[in-house]
């Protein structure tokens, strides 16, 4: 008989925003199900977000160890206004005013160092997977003996990307805001412009965090990437060789959640009945429907979503559309749509105001096209789903994502966001949206974009099953963690 490996006790902290929450709880839970204790850091009125999926997860598996263990975050003490322990609190009607309390909420989290270190050392977990945007991990951990994993969020190409064009000083790379160049040293010649790319002021606070980022980065015992091999061979290969010491990519972690249960409590906000969106979707012919959605953190002006209403429609095509506004206009007069919008497009289309069941609706066989800002959880959620994208990106490390779906997987249609905006994106107008969904539904290569994405559906699959890539390197992280 053989002796029970002893079991591997990881602490995961997750920076509190959706798009860093909801793959660290999916990882948690993958890593419960291969046999380790897993712990979730958060704050109290976090955890409420996680519990629910938490308590589902146990239920299906009672045998399985995961827990959340709560921080405190003093938001008023530390100047932040009552409540805000989530970047998707932060409801101002002024982006100026959003953006600076934002970042106020960054700096705000060295204040877990303290009570990080007390856990560490009281618990003494086998490692710590501690989110990019907390570099001061790496120093608590390191008292300790503990490992620290950093976990970015992002996939293997952005980070490439940006370590190029990082180490390549964009000052020397001759070109003005909006003409494309070939990002050096890259393999496969990706061209963006100035204007795509946050800018680094390595002065502003933020630029401060970034440098102690990357720092932390090379101190730290290595990288887990939400990401599979074959997604990006190259840059996974480039990663490892050039930039960081180890990584292991274990994704899509989005397809750790299986059953209708789990993939409706991800991250979920009270906003529309699942069941009833499936029955709508139920009622609709394969891949004939588009979703559209721009992740927990853009939210446009009403200029834009008229916009996007009124391309959608001339479109003709079915479609789910969310709808996130952060002003709080409950009771005001919707002023985003079309007069008579919702009547002219029922049937055709849904509108979901605030969250939707993502996942449910991207792996519904009614759904063909996805439209998205490009966030990382998104793009790889569609890429799991098989379907072909039209890429807007918005901000963050979004236009790197979408050079790679444009540029390199080739399943992708540009509407033409030129430039970083963050928040509210560049301003696209109702023709561009209609050419561009079109152009993802109608003709030769649309059907090229289709099938080339179901492959990679099948890949992503594949990737997460017994002997597959992602499968593979959480092993060997486990057996490496666990000696
Ligand atoms: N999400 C969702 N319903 C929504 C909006 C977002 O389930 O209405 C989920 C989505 O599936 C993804 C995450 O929230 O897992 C958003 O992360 P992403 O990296 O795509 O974008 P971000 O919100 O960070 O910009």
Redesign the pocket.
């Known amino acids: 008989m053989g002796i029970n490996p002893r079991k591997l006790h990881i602490i995961f902290f997750p920076f509190m ?4 929450m ?2 660290i709880l999916d990882m948690a839970k993958l890593f419960s199900n291969r046999g380790a204790k897993s712990t979730i850091l958060t704050t109290p009125l976090n955890s409420k977000i996680l519990q629910k999926s938490i308590d589902t997860f146990k239920n299906l598996n009672p045998s399985l160890e995961i827990e959340i263990q709560i921080f405190d975050f003093p938001c008023v003490e530390l100047g932040l206004p009552e409540g805000c322990e989530n970047v998707d609190f932060f409801t101002s009607k002024n982006n100026d005013d959003r953006l600076s309390l934002t970042i106020k909420f960054f700096m705000s989290t060295r204040f877990f160092k303290d009570q990080l270190e007390k856990l560490l050392e009281t618990t003494r977990p086998d490692c710590l997977i501690a989110d990019m945007f907390f570099p001061w991990a790496t120093e608590a951990a390191e008292k300790y003996n503990v490992p620290r994993l950093v976990f970015h ?1 992002t996939g293997y190409f952005s980070l490439c990307s940006e370590y190029c064009i990082r180490v390549h000083n964009p000052q020397k790379i001759e070109a003005s805001s909006c003409e494309p160049f070939v990002i050096p040293d890259l393999p496969g010649n990706i061209v963006i412009t100035q204007e795509q790319i946050a800018d680094r002021d390595e002065e502003s606070e933020m630029g401060k965090l970034m440098i102690e980022v990357k720092e932390s980065d090379g101190k730290s015992s290595g990288v887990i990437v939400n990401s599979f091999y074959e997604l990006e061979p190259d840059y996974a290969d480039f990663y490892k060789s050039v930039i960081v010491k180890r990584a292991w990519h274990i994704g899509p972690l ?1 397809l750790c959640s299986r059953g209708f249960e789990e993939k409706t409590e ?3 906000k009270a ?1 529309i009945d699942e069941a009833e969106c499936l029955k709508w979707l139920d009622s609709k012919k394969p891949d004939s429907v588009i979703y559209i ?6 939210c446009f002006k009403n200029e834009q979503l008229l916009e996007i209403a009124a391309g959608l429609e001339v479109s003709g095509t079915n479609f789910i559309w ?1 709808v ?1 506004k952060n002003d709080g206009n409950k009771g005001e007069k919707e002023e985003w749509l079309p007069e008579g919008f919702e009547e002219r497009v029922a049937g055709k289309g849904m509108i ?1 105001r ?6 449910l609706i ?1 792996d519904h066989q009614a759904t063909g096209g996805f439209v ?8 790889l ?1 569609g890429v799991a789903a098989g379907l072909p994208m039209v890429t807007w990106p ?1 901000g ?1 490390e ?1 236009f790197y994502n979408e050079k790679l779906v444009t540029q390199v997987l080739k399943t992708g249609v540009s509407v033409g966001a030129k430039k970083r905006v963050t928040y509210m994106g560049d301003f696209i107008s109702r023709e561009k949206v209609n050419e561009a969904v079109r152009e993802l539904l109608v003709g030769k290569e649309a059907e090229e974009r289709r099938k080339q994405a179901k492959q990679l559906a099948v890949m992503a699959k594949a990737a997460v099953e017994e002997g597959g890539s992602s499968f593979n390197d959480l092993n060997s992280f486990i057996e490496e963690f666990t000696s």
Request: glycine share 16%.
């Open positions: 925003a959706y798009g860093h909801i793959p969020g989005s991800r991250g979920k906003s959605s721009f992740g927990s953190v853009a969310v996130r979901i605030g969250w939707a069941p993502q996942v991207l998205t800002h490009c966030g990382w959880n998104s793009l959620e918005v963050a979004q």
